[in-house]
């Protein structure tokens, strides 16, 4: 069984530039969230998407912005990039988030330069 | 607002050497305490659900347990493979989904 998959891996972006990352559920989840991970913050709750519609948002600014589309398969972009947001990022998948368990990708390695 | 402390920050043992590793959490509501596994460069490796005080879930050498204010992973006779950051995470009953708030983990070394 497939697990979440993640892309790409890794990046390197410049200062003002914008990004977008890509996440692959588990086959049969409709529940998509993205983290942010960094070694100051942890792991922090960016947003959930389920069954297209965005269902919860964390607190980060309107630079960071994610869509989901019909088969599940979610994006996040993240517009003029900031030196501090390099970091992991990952995305989790459940069937519909409320108690199930959530399976997490191996992560998109983001530098900002 | 959810809060999850974790405590030790780092913590190196022995091998074979057992302990175990602490989560006390605020919420309004659970309905749900993860606890995931984190190696370097990784993503979270899921590990165990507890739902409610008083359940006990085992895998291999880990056991993790429930109370209403906290939750402990117990890690018996470990092996220098269970060298890993161990996170734990809760969700919200008032909060519908997926969301999780998570603690800044135990990094766990086991020296052979």
């Known amino acids: 069984k497939a697990g979440v998959t993640q892309t790409p891996r890794y990046l390197i972006k410049t200062r003002g530039q914008q990004v977008t990352l890509s996440c692959s559920p588990i086959?049969?989840?409709?529940?998509v969230s993205w983290y942010q991970q960094t070694p100051g913050q942890g792991l922090q709750f960016l947003f959930e998407?389920?069954?297209?519609?965005?269902?919860n948002k964390g607190n980060f600014p309107g630079r960071f912005s994610g869509r989901q589309f019909s088969n599940s398969r979610s994006e996040m972009n993240v517009s003029t990039l900031e030196l501090g947001d390099s970091a992991l990022y990952l995305c989790?998948?459940?069937?519909?988030?409320?108690?199930?368990?959530?399976?997490f990708g191996e992560g998109s390695w983001l530098t900002v330069v | 607002e959810d809060q999850v402390t974790q405590s030790p920050e780092a913590l190196r043992l022995q091998e074979g050497e057992s302990s175990s590793l602490n989560c006390s959490y605020t919420?309004?509501?659970?309905?749900?305490l993860f606890w995931y596994r984190q190696d370097p460069g990784k993503g979270p490796e899921f590990l165990f659900t507890?739902?409610?005080a008083g359940e006990e879930k085992e895998k291999e050498r880990l056991k993790a347990t429930l109370t209403k204010k906290e939750s402990f992973l117990h890690i018996t006779a470990p092996k220098p493979e269970d060298s890993a950051t161990y996170l734990c995470?809760?969700?919200?009953?008032?909060?519908?989904?997926?969301?999780?708030?998570f603690g800044e983990g135990t990094q766990l070394t086991v020296n052979p």
């Open positions: 989790a998948s459940s069937f519909t988030g409320d108690g199930n368990t959530i399976y």
């Open positions: 086959s049969g989840h409709r529940s």
């Open positions: 998407y389920f069954s297209e519609t965005q269902r």
């Open positions: 919420v309004s509501g659970l309905r749900g």
């Open positions: 507890l739902y409610s």
């Open positions: 995470a809760v969700q919200a009953q008032e909060t519908s989904g997926s969301r999780l708030t």
